[in-house]
């Protein structure tokens, strides 16, 4: 039988997941499973009771609290009351905690080691713990001038750059915030008790917790036995600041969290098979049932629709959990009426009820996402917007009912995790991406099977799922910071340095990294610029991930540049959840961009970086300009010449007739002679003014604000009309028809007459552009069925960032931040498909063959160029076995920072191109990926991530093994980040590891 898990706290709040909100309500109850919850561990005898000790603690504190509230409310304005507050009050608290009378420590000094120190105003000390009492009158996320910080941000600062100390505790005598060494540098990660809550409404239980977790033995070293001071094993003490419960306690969760990681992806398949089922069973279903049987509605599109349906529940969970989707200024009375259709509710009806078969709490649930669209002031409820939550997103399931059992049981699987026969709630209030991220990929392994008649759903797994075939792996934390490390923190360390070196009297930037938290940070406090310059050098980063997936890597990106970003705005060291949630939306809006060829992908990405810069009262920003559905591979990047079409565009594979393929080159290759090439400079001409066009409408859209639905709504009809701008369908036109050329059937026939796109009929259409033509129509189909994507139509203000004057101010006459010295994107980051597939030509289907054969034709000539012109980052895979390749020169990465491929290195190029991108994705057909530990352990060097190009060219590491670069990556990983350092200009350019062109 299964029992129940339930978090009954009102005034404890847990951010970052250190002790997460499961664990705690383990602790409060006593579990028997979780260590350190004796007597002997909290000192007391073995007779004693913890509910005795906390009752003495809560009686006595009762009476002082009421004290200290009478007396800090007839203060005066004048004295700060610091005094007061400790005096009268937390040291008195600490007391019953167990830390006696605490010694006043006033300023900490810390030594790097190389001669230079810093001080911090940490109030007390308790051996290796540092407690900061401060006054009532000081929010403890906002600045104290007097300091330069805020209580928050000082003591996380100091636990970041102490290595003695991972705990520690700040109070203003309101609340109570218990704090780690937060080495992720990402998120703030807190627990928060609300003491003014707590004593005025006496909610004993809370207090309960507040003792349990915050007692002098939680946080003391314990002996080698690591069962506590009380069983006598304190001859021989463990100097290790991580031997004290609260770090077994938040280990114990981070172990448990994997596990219900697990329980989440199962959930989630449940949930969509109880949906799916659901929705099929209902009788007032017909026409859907109708719509289904009649292939109206396919079942792919049903999925998709259920899908949706399971992001937006997700996404409310975590809204709720987090307390962000309400208005910020709603009504008590308003929040009240929204319990009745909000989620909470649900959820608890679902773990407490089967449910009937009536349809009322789906009709509830669909009226709450449709009032969503639009807002609704009653219930306190904004106005989102976004496709999520828009009628386009599950139009058949919004006409639907489902029985009230069939939803419940859905959110039951949804919102709950059975671990060793106890049902917990899952924590969306900490809902990682690594979460959705490992969701997403198990999910590609699913294909949903349908029985109309029989009105069943299921999920299996079958050969060939997307995972596969797409090549599509999530990537791990420790991959992302360390491609962060080395990719992204440089990139923002330059960008503040230059404006750091016009300000007079600035000192240098120093990153932030995941694996060395301890490094000193010299801006702050305080900050030498001002704010509106480092903004805008933040903000003018242009970041994209070409195989996004579900937004792990953007998101870890925006993180740190959102943190980078509430440092300038607020000058604290550790900002305030509120100040970098945000600078995330900021950074969503302007920095982050993705692709992937999935949609489900590309959606869910969405979602993620919605959740994630999700502010109360504002809508979703508008991501369909940022994160696009394509395949990155296939299509034309900036800077390609295809004013002429290569003879090699036709090169026959299976599935071709070889004869006519032969003379359709050669008629390409006449077409190509004569006065074509003068014709076409000609109309090079024009082809500018079309792209300056382009750039200018989107930068339009742009430059419009986010922070009202109406601007949302307007932002969304303008990028509209940009796409469907005959300018734009013109380019796409062109852009379609020359790379579908390398894709182009070629059956028997007279290549004379054969309607193919050849150097002439291009010519053609560039002069004279009609919208129903039939071969442009043929390469549209072509296009969208290999999913062309093309660079600079897709992002175009993103290459046309030269045009500024390379300075980082704000300039309201154009969109803001979009002003760079460079074009292109600034940091590339990706984990591209790399599983080791070889695909023959010959064998199984021709017209698969053909299409593998036609992909690595026309994937070879698209991408002669790299995406963008910054630093970028690839995890890349790693050959168990060197492949030999007698007489072939080993490739150097340097080689891509020229700004062009001189002619006798082409031959060499060319080979390297037909060996495709590293892994499944099409372009490897017939071989394997070369080594890359072969290619680089030999012949080449490469400089350590965060060096500089040349100035530094001489501190360089010989390749021997990927850990000697990335420590953190464990050796028996069959992926490794490797960034190369080239020059090219005036940038400085980091080059992936990858023998292939597109990365």
Not at 492 to 518: C, F, M, Y
Not at 620 to 641: A, R
Request: charged share 25%.
């Amino acid at each position: 039988m299964q029992t129940i898990s339930r978090t009954p706290f009102t005034t404890v709040k847990t951010e970052g997941g250190i002790l997460p909100a499961d664990l705690l309500s383990r602790v409060a109850a006593g579990d028997a499973q979780a260590e350190g919850l004796r007597p002997t561990d909290y000192h007391l005898a073995p007779s004693e009771r913890l509910n005795e000790a906390i009752s003495r603690s809560w009686n006595r504190l009762l009476g002082v609290w009421r004290g200290f509230d009478d007396q800090r409310r007839a203060l005066s304005e004048t004295d700060r009351g610091t005094t007061l507050t400790r005096e009268r009050w937390l040291l008195i608290l600490f007391q019953e905690l167990g830390y006696g009378r605490l010694t006043f420590a006033g300023r900490v000094t810390i030594e790097d080691g190389q001669g230079d120190s810093q001080s911090y105003p940490i109030s007390h000390l308790w051996e290796q713990t540092p407690i900061h009492l401060v006054s009532f009158r000081q929010d403890l996320d906002r600045r104290d001038p007097a300091v330069g910080r805020s209580p928050h941000s000082l003591l996380q600062e100091f636990l970041n750059r102490w290595d003695p100390s991972l705990w520690g505790l700040v109070s203003n005598g309101l609340r109570l915030r218990v704090l780690r060494d937060n080495a992720s540098l990402t998120r703030a990660a807190y627990v928060e008790f609300d003491l003014e809550a707590m004593m005025a409404g006496e909610l004993y239980s809370d207090f309960s917790l507040l003792w349990l977790v915050c007692h002098q033995s939680r946080v003391e070293r314990l002996g080698s036995g690591a069962s506590g001071v009380g069983d006598g094993e304190a001859e021989e003490t463990v100097s290790s600041p991580a031997d004290c419960w609260l770090e077994q306690w938040s280990h114990s969760a981070a172990e448990q969290g994997a596990r219900a990681l697990d329980a989440l992806r199962d959930g989630v398949q449940e949930t969509i098979s109880a949906l799916g089922k659901g929705f099929l069973a209902h009788r007032a279903n017909g026409q859907l049932r109708a719509d289904l049987q009649a292939g109206r509605l396919s079942t792919q599109d049903y999925y998709r629709q259920l899908l949706r349906l399971v992001y937006r529940l997700i996404f409310l969970f975590v809204a709720e959990d987090r307390n962000l989707l309400l208005l910020p200024d709603a009504p008590a009375a308003a929040r009240q009426r929204y319990r009745s259709y909000s989620l909470g509710r649900l959820r608890d009806l679902a773990e407490a009820r089967r449910g009937s078969p009536h349809p009322d709490l789906y009709r509830g649930l669909r009226l709450l996402m449709v009032l969503l669209r639009t807002g609704y002031d009653p219930l306190g409820l904004p106005g989102l917007g976004g496709f999520l939550f828009s009628d386009r997103s599950t139009p058949d399931l919004d006409d639907a009912d489902i029985a009230n059992r069939d939803l419940l049981d859905a959110l039951r699987a949804l919102a709950f995790a059975v671990e060793d026969s106890v049902r917990r709630p899952v924590d969306y209030r900490n809902l990682d991406t690594e979460e959705l991220g490992s969701v997403y990929e198990s999910l590609l392994e699913l294909h949903p099977q349908i029985n109309v008649d029989a009105a069943t759903f299921a999920l299996s797994v079958v050969a060939g799922s997307e995972r596969k075939t797409t090549g599509t792996h999530y990537t791990p934390t420790p991959l992302v910071n360390s491609l962060l490390d080395s990719a992204l923190e440089p990139v923002i360390a330059d960008r503040l340095e230059k404006v750091v070196g016009n300000h007079p009297g600035g000192t240098r930037w120093q990153g932030d990294k995941a694996d060395s938290p301890k490094e000193p940070v010299t801006l702050s406090p305080p900050h030498p610029v001002t704010p509106s310059s480092a903004e805008a050098a933040i903000l003018s980063i242009k970041v994209v991930d070409y195989a996004a997936g579900s937004g792990h890597m953007l998101i870890g990106a925006g993180r740190r540049l959102a943190r980078h970003l509430a440092r300038v705005r607020t000058g604290d060291e550790e900002p305030s959840p509120e100040a970098i949630r945000t600078a995330m939306r900021d950074v969503v809006r302007h920095c982050l961009y993705g692709v992937d060829i999935n949609e489900m992908a590309v959606e869910l990405c969405k979602v993620a970086l919605w959740m994630e810069s999700l502010e109360p009262g504002k809508p979703l920003t508008f991501l369909d300009k940022n994160i696009q559905c394509g395949n990155s591979l296939l299509g034309v990047t900036p800077g390609l010449d295809i004013a002429e079409v290569p003879d090699d565009a036709f090169q026959p594979f299976s599935g071709d007739d070889r004869k006519t393929a032969t003379a359709l080159r050669a008629r390409n290759r006449r077409e190509r002679g004569g006065q074509g090439s003068f014709l076409r400079e000609l109309f090079a001409e024009a082809e500018e003014e079309t792209t300056a066009e382009l750039e200018s409408e989107l930068a339009e859209v742009e430059a419009l604000d986010e922070d009202d639905l109406a601007t949302v709504a307007l932002k969304a009809r303008a990028f509209a009309d940009y796409q469907n701008s005959p300018a734009y369908r013109r380019k796409r036109a062109e852009y379609d028809l020359w790379t579908a050329a390398f894709f182009w059937p070629i059956p028997a026939g007279d290549a004379e007459l054969m309607a193919a796109p050849t150097q002439a009929e291009q010519d053609q259409r560039r002069r004279y552009w009609t919208e129903g033509d039939p071969l442009a129509q043929q390469a549209r189909q072509i296009a969208d069925r290999h999913r062309f994507f093309h660079w600079e139509l897709a992002f175009p203000t993103v290459f046309r960032r030269g045009v500024g004057s390379g300075e980082w101010g704000v300039d309201h006459r154009s969109p803001p931040y979009s002003h760079s010295p460079f074009p292109g994107f600034d940091v590339v980051l990706s984990n591209p498909p790399w599983e080791r597939i070889k695909l023959q030509e010959k064998g199984g289907s021709p017209a698969a063959a053909g299409d593998r054969g036609r992909i690595q034709r026309g994937g070879a000539q698209a991408h002669d160029r790299r995406v963008g012109g910054g630093r970028s980052g690839v995890v890349c895979g790693l050959s168990r076995r060197p492949a030999r390749r007698r007489g072939r020169k080993p490739f150097h990465p340097q080689q891509w920072a020229l700004p062009a491929v001189r002619p006798r290195r082409r031959q060499h190029l060319r080979r390297l191109r037909r060996a495709g991108p590293p892994g499944g994705q099409p372009g490897r057909a017939g071989r394997h990926h070369r080594s890359v530990r072969h290619c680089h352990r030999r012949h080449h060097q490469v400089l350590l991530p965060g060096h500089h190009g040349d100035a530094n060219a001489g501190q360089s590491l010989r390749l021997r093994e990927p850990a000697q670069i990335f420590p953190a990556v464990d050796s028996g990983s069959s992926s490794v980040c490797l960034p190369w350092l080239g020059r090219d200009g005036r940038r400085t350019k980091v080059r992936s590891s990858s023998s292939s062109p597109w990365t």
